[in-house]
């Protein structure tokens, strides 16, 4: 069994690659969506859903499981996978994204960043040691360094000011897990901001450390599709290409193919399981509102080129009906069906960039999901 880390790439059609990562808890073919588990289980679902749907990978959140139930609570039931029954990777942010978005309620310094807890208002501190320690104690396979998230519209001297902070804080991860340790990965962020000689420098910076895998972060922050396609054009092929690429907490079906395009491996975002709970539930067709009272004697599936457990079994009018009725079933099935769409979509384009017809495969989605737009 190949080492974890060992990053094999089988084919590539211009910049998208079809490659394998192996981690500890097996292999993950890529370009890869990963189902979003924010405190040790992806909404609504229980592992055999994700078993069900094809998950290779699926997120934990550092923050959330520091302050609940606790990491060391965790690592004394032996880590992450056995405490929530998963048997497959899983990859944990660092906590940054969540941290700094608390802008009222938090303090950033050399050393760390102190924050109150969103539970109970106490008072707690991330260092980049305490970051890595905390997913050490997960014992995920996939860990990230702690990073500052500059929030859209910084301007240059403030996002270049970020991004050294971030660089000299993933040093201090580095230095405090070496490669190898405990079978586990640990990658690195790019930052700076929507400035590309910042993004070129950060970039610049990070090689010099001997990371895993590298991550686009700072996108998806309330900038436009223009302006993100932009930096993501502009950097993603820059990243080393003989490890696995990681665009961070994006993820329509358009932005994911996009985001192969350009040469990333991996993606995730709440996106689908979010938009589930709420109705909005994505498909061949585009987008469908399923709490519309055209659906209320619909006896289709929700989608009828999707084999998932939801789409095999029940009615566009039962699903409606859920809804409306407010039944916990409702999000159960929106999200088998939401997450099996995002992760055909990834399966469709390793096959495409196998034979050389990816371009052909967005032209497809955007012939459905920019029409209805």
Known sequence: MPEPGAFTIHATDGNARRATLSTAHGDIQTPIFMPVGTQGTVKALCPEDLHGIGAQI???????????PGDELVARRGGLHKFMHWDRPILTDSGGFQVFSLQEIRKITEQGVEFRSYIDGSKHFFSPEKAVEIQQNLGSDIMMVLDECVGYGADHEYTAKSLELTTRWAQRCREFHPKGKNGQLLFGITQGGFFKDLRELS??????????GFAIGGLSVGESTTEMYDILSHIAPMLPAEKPRYLMGVGTPLDILEGIEHGVDMFDCVLPSRNARNGTLYTSQGKVNIKRAEFREDDAPLDPQCDCYTCRNFSR??????????????????TIHNLAFFLKT???????????????????????YEARA
């Open 317 to 334: 009018a039962y699903l409606r009906h859920l809804y409306v009725a407010k039944e916990i079933l409702s999000y159960r099935l929106n």
């Open 346 to 368: 990834v399966a469709l384009a390793r096959k495409a960039i196998e034979t050389g017809t990816l371009a052909k495969l967005k032209r497809a989605y955007q012939a459905v």
């Open 203 to 212: 970039l610049a910076q990070l090689r010099e450390i001997d990371f895993d």
């Open 58 to 68: 699926i997120l934990g959140n550092t923050y959330h499981l520091y302050l609940r």
